[in-house]
């Protein structure tokens, strides 16, 4: 198995950027709400005042069987109230070591596993795409997107979370989930910004 180089996502304060005040106003096991109050680069003399949902990072992977169709999940989502077809992914639950290359990958293969009843095939290329931020006007919260160039069905099939409402797996061909996403049938963006980062890097076209 052929691994690219992993980028981590550090969220910190970097040169210009100055953090004043970061009140947790909001916890549960899942997210936290801060109120923040910061400087930033453009403009140093300015204390900008924000509410900052804080969310685990995750993993989100396009992965291809042999035959060249792409794995897929379809579940049920609570917050829009609809079933979704979607890239398997997860979160990072080793917050502790979230940004180690090692710990970011081990995510995707339990993804892969759980969501879809599939593994890595040991002739595999695993291509980092990066990452991007889901929503980020209110949230830090970050997803690292990956391409498996092949995998294989486990035999003993997916084993999803029992706080997941998984309907089942979906093998889709490149030009089946173009005209998915182009129709609105695919609208959730992780999807959405995956199926972006493969066809800017003419994986798909």
Same mark, same amino acid.
């Given at each position: ?15 210009? =950027? ?6 947790? *106003?909001?916890?549960?096991? /899942? *997210?936290?709400?801060?109120?923040v109050n910061v400087r930033t680069p ?7 005042? =924000?509410?900052?949902?804080?969310? !685990?990072?995750?993993?989100?992977? #396009?992965?291809?069987? $042999?035959?060249? !169709? ?12 609809? #079933? ?5 992914? $997860?979160?990072?639950?080793? *917050? ?21 009843? /599939?593994?890595?095939?040991?002739? #595999?290329?695993? *291509? &980092?795409? $990066? /990452? /991007? ?28 979370? #029992?706080?997941?409402?998984?309907? $089942?797996?979906r093998l889709i061909e490149p030009a ?12 959730? &963006? ?16």
């Open positions: 198995m052929k691994v690219d180089k992993v980028e981590p996502c550090v969220i910190a304060d970097p040169d210009g =950027w100055t953090t004043l005040r970061s009140d947790t *106003v909001f916890s549960s096991t /899942y *997210v936290s709400v801060d109120e453009s403009q140093p003399e300015r204390e900008l005042s =924000w509410t900052v949902v804080r969310r !685990k990072s995750a993993v989100a992977v #396009a992965a291809m069987t $042999g035959d060249g !169709k792409l794995v897929m999940v379809e579940q049920e989502r609570v917050a829009p109230r609809r #079933a979704l077809t979607e890239f398997p992914a $997860g979160q990072i639950d080793d *917050v502790d070591n979230r940004f180690e290359p090692d710990v970011i990958l081990a995510t995707l293969q339990a993804e892969l596993r759980e969501e879809v009843g /599939y593994e890595i095939a040991e002739d #595999a290329e695993v *291509v &980092s795409l $990066g /990452y /991007y931020f889901t929503s980020q006007g209110f949230t830090d919260e970050h997803i690292y997107l990956f391409f498996v160039s092949k995998v294989v069905p486990l035999s003993t099939g997916n084993a999803p979370d #029992a706080s997941e409402s998984i309907l $089942g797996t089946t989930l173009k005209q998915m996403v182009a129709s609105n049938e695919v609208n959730d &963006s992780l999807t959405l910004a995956l199926y972006a980062r493969l066809t800017a890097r003419s994986i798909l076209f």
